[in-house]
């Protein structure tokens, strides 16, 4: 198993520019999630899903949107980048509610200039 | 809101114990979590403890879980080199949800 993969690994863009990160697992997992990462904070919750179809919104949703048409991929999009969305974004998933553990990806790093 | 603290760095010598100190605000959580997060990788889960537990053994690691202080530690006996990492300490915030804190950088000296 590959457990969960994101693409691409870094990205540059310029202010206002729009792009699509992916995130896919292969383990049949039922929840998804996407985290951003600054320097002294701790992970961010962005989005998530419970479920094929499903999205939520987590902490810091907004300039952020979200898909899961497939159980087994959740894509984070940004419509008009901004230098605030330089970031390290981590995808994640979770078996199901009662599972504990979370899978993370090997993270995408952002930058917005 | 809730939130989860830490502090960012610790440093210790090769051999040593490294103990990284959390503390949290959700009195309600239910489990608390310890990931570890190498250089350039994702984060993987260390351990955890459920909440009406006082400690947790596996191996070269100890949680500790003071819920009256609602503090949690994590102690790794015989530091080495391949716990250079940074820890996170997490709280369950709800059925779906975890409450991180930044992260404390663990530093390995010879």
């Known amino acids: 198993n590959a457990g969960v993969t994101q693409t691409p690994k870094f990205r540059v863009l310029k202010t206002g520019q729009s792009m699509t990160l992916l995130c896919a697992q292969d383990?049949?997992?039922?929840?998804m999630y996407w985290y951003r990462q600054d320097p002294g904070m701790g992970l961010r919750l962005i989005h998530y899903s419970v479920g094929e179809g499903t999205t939520a919104k987590g902490e810091v949703p907004d300039g952020y949107n979200v898909s899961r048409l497939k159980k087994q991929n959740f894509l984070l999009g940004l419509e008009s980048a901004a230098p605030s969305q330089t970031s390290v974004y981590f995808c994640?998933?979770?078996?199901?509610?009662?599972?504990?553990?979370?899978?993370f990806g090997p993270g995408t790093r952002l930058t917005v200039l | 809101g809730e939130d989860v603290e830490q502090s960012l760095f610790l440093s210790v010598r090769e051999g040593d114990s490294s103990v990284i100190n959390c503390t949290y605000t959700?009195?309600?959580?239910?489990?608390l979590y310890w990931y570890k997060q190498e250089p350039g990788a994702g984060l993987q889960l260390l351990t955890y403890?459920?909440?009406n537990m006082d400690m947790k053994q596996d191996q070269r690691l100890t949680v500790l879980l003071n819920k009256k202080d609602k503090h949690l530690s994590l102690r790794i006996a015989d530091t080495q080199t391949g716990d250079s990492a940074i820890y996170f300490c997490?709280?369950?915030?709800?059925?779906?949800?975890?409450?991180w804190g930044a992260g404390t950088k663990l530093i390995i000296k010879p």
């Open positions: 383990m049949n997992h039922e929840y």
């Open positions: 994640a998933s979770k078996e199901s509610l009662a599972a504990n553990e979370q899978f």
């Open positions: 997490a709280e369950s915030w709800s059925n779906y949800q975890l409450i």
């Open positions: 403890i459920f909440s």
């Open positions: 959700d009195s309600s959580s239910t489990y």
